[in-house]
């Protein structure tokens, strides 16, 4: 974790990783330090990185695949998603669910948008967070702390209600709240909004759909 400060850590098939390997990583994802204690002493080591993990939703892999079907037991699916716990799984800002692709996909000839595009787009959003936190020790609106996200993520009174619809609906936590404001944030710095709307919730929301649909059904 702390070799990847300041940059990205991918933990590719996410749920073969041991369970108790995965929890440890929890409070070094909030505090973006990350301590060892030993009998000798201790030491903390600075870890503000960017988490990404990969996986199946099932053992098998193919759930939900368009023309495999899944053969999966119920107990080897709690088993499975099991290995990600609740707490961990709330300390994503996005939950993204990946279909294959088709051999339509592959073979079209239809010109995709260039990477040159796309890192312009993400450069403008980055430069309208960089005048937004300039000189507050904040650098982008993934590390707003929980004292300022009033501040820096104001909605419309459209979005309030539906943030409040949302939370009480799904039971979210406290995390959950903060990381869907956020993610609307962002959002709305891409749409070049200065207040959050409705439909900026309503996307930042969508963004985290998958603990839903998969862990809520294991028990």
């Avoid at 009998?39 to 759930?63: D, E, K, Q, R």
């Avoid at 959002?187 to 998969?214: N, P």
Wanted: hydrophobic share 35%; with cysteine.
């Amino acid at each position: 974790m702390s070799l990847a400060h300041n940059g990205l850590l991918f933990l590719d098939e996410l749920a073969e990783f041991d369970r108790h390997t995965l929890e440890i990583m929890r409070q070094p994802l909030e505090d973006r330090r990350v301590t060892i204690t030993r009998t000798s002493g201790t030491v903390s080591y600075p870890c503000s990185f960017m988490l990404i993990g990969a996986m199946n939703p099932y053992p098998c892999g193919y759930y939900g695949h368009p023309k495999r079907k899944c053969t999966c037991s119920p107990g080897a699916v709690r088993k499975y998603l099991g290995k990600i716990s609740g707490p961990l799984l709330d300390r994503f800002d996005l939950h993204i669910e990946v279909e294959p692709v088709s051999f339509e996909d592959l073979s079209s000839q239809a010109k995709a948008e260039d990477s040159a595009s796309i890192r312009k787009r993400i450069q403008t959003v980055r430069s309208i967070q960089y005048e937004r936190f300039r000189d507050t020790g904040i650098y982008n609106n993934a590390v707003i702390p929980p004292g300022k996200i009033q501040e820096y993520c104001p909605l419309t009174y459209e979005a309030s209600v539906m943030l409040q619809a949302v939370f009480n609906k799904l039971g979210l936590s406290a995390r959950a709240y903060d990381k869907i404001l956020k993610v609307a944030r962002t959002i709305a710095d891409m749409s070049g909004k200065d207040t959050i709307q409705k439909e900026h919730i309503a996307a930042a929301v969508q963004f985290r759909s998958l603990d839903r649909k998969y862990w809520s059904s294991t028990g």
